[in-house]
């Protein structure tokens, strides 16, 4: 019996990285991680690498049944140099959490597009729909668009196996978002990418497009797209200490550029102290306050100081293996 092996990865395009894939068959083949060899590609042609040396390699780190297609599996791969080496362009190499002591719930946004009118469904060709406020978590044809391409995606995560653990409508017409949760920063990753590969091959069916652009509707009042980061580790889960709370969202005062600088391009024309953002130029934090860099969540309070931060800041085309690697960081630096 031969099986279809989707393998999934991330290319060299800057500021904003693009997924890519290609298929292997395979005879007899078990299903398993490990069974998954090593392959190539042609850099080259991905940004990667010259032409004149332009072999990348591709290591399975994660693989899930391809939901809805018989004896076929999407493996998601990082990309590694020709000696074995990471690649430059591989984030997931840089996250520091061997123990897997960091959980990480990502709630991915974006906006559905129509390659045709250059908008968002819901939005008339040369105008706009009437303003935000009805379309959040919405409920019928006037504010909520393309549903049925939303619930096919999400069966099709579930049925993959990913933990995806929710998703709404946004607050503009035509976004909408996912959440995903994991317990472990590389995980978490993986399964934002997966789930993103799904969303992007479902919409093809519809002849839409999935635009993670952070502010694609400019400077209007409509919201942009985020991909808030909720995270803990042992110490928040456990200790019960606010003092654990404070040292680490002072830390990341003390840090902002490093994280700006992986939270996504163009993340200036969406962090402005509007929409429920911090400008890009501040930082604060504080509890239940969506206008703080991070928000402190009123159920970590109550729970006597023990839960976990959300990160607002990072947006939706956000590589979310960088994201999970610099909170990482920061989170270690801030209790050593």
């Known amino acids: 019996m031969k099986s279809k092996l989707e393998y999934i990865w991330l290319d060299g395009y800057k500021p904003t990285q693009s997924l890519r894939s290609k298929t292997m068959v395979r005879s007899d083949f078990s299903g398993a991680l490990e069974d998954c060899p090593m392959w190539s590609f042609d850099g080259s042609s991905t940004e990667q690498a010259e032409g004149n040396a332009s072999d990348c390699l591709l290591k399975p780190v994660a693989i899930i049944p391809d939901p809805g297609r018989k004896d076929s599996y999407l493996v998601m791969t990082e990309v590694l140099n020709a000696d074995g080496s990471p690649h430059e362009s591989n984030g997931r190499a840089t996250i520091d959490d061997d123990d897997d002591d960091f959980w990480f719930g990502f709630e991915q946004e974006y906006f559905l597009w129509d390659p045709e009118t250059n908008l968002p469904p819901g939005f008339p060709a040369g105008g706009y729909p009437p303003p935000q406020g009805p379309y ?169 100081w023990k839960g976990r931060l959300e990160d607002r800041r990072p947006a939706s085309n956000a590589d979310p293996y960088k994201t999970a690697s610099i909170i990482v960081k920061i989170t270690k630096e801030a209790l050593a």
């Not at 393309?146 to 990913?162: K, M, P, Q, T």
Request: proline content about 2%; hydrophobic content about 35%.
């Open 136 to 304: 959040y978590c919405s409920v019928g044809a006037k504010n909520a668009y393309c549903r049925d391409l939303i619930e096919e995606h999400l069966d099709l995560c579930l049925e993959a196996g990913l933990n995806v653990e929710g998703i709404n409508a946004e607050v503009a017409a035509g976004q909408w978002e996912f959440q995903v949760f994991a317990k472990s920063a590389a995980r978490a990753g993986d399964e934002i990418w997966l789930a993103r590969y799904l969303l992007e091959r479902t919409a093809e069916k519809y002849g839409l497009a999935i635009d993670y652009h952070p502010k694609p509707l400019g400077d209007t009042d409509w919201n942009g797209s985020g991909m808030h980061a909720n995270f803990s580790n042992g110490a928040m889960r456990d200790l019960g200490d606010e003092s654990v709370f404070t040292k680490i969202c002072e830390e990341f005062g003390k840090n902002v550029d490093a994280c700006i600088s992986v939270y996504g391009a163009y993340n200036d024309q969406r962090l402005t102290g509007k929409h429920e953002t911090q400008s890009i130029d501040q930082y604060s934090y504080g509890v239940s306050d969506r206008g703080a860099s991070i928000r402190i969540p009123i159920g970590t309070v109550e729970d006597g």
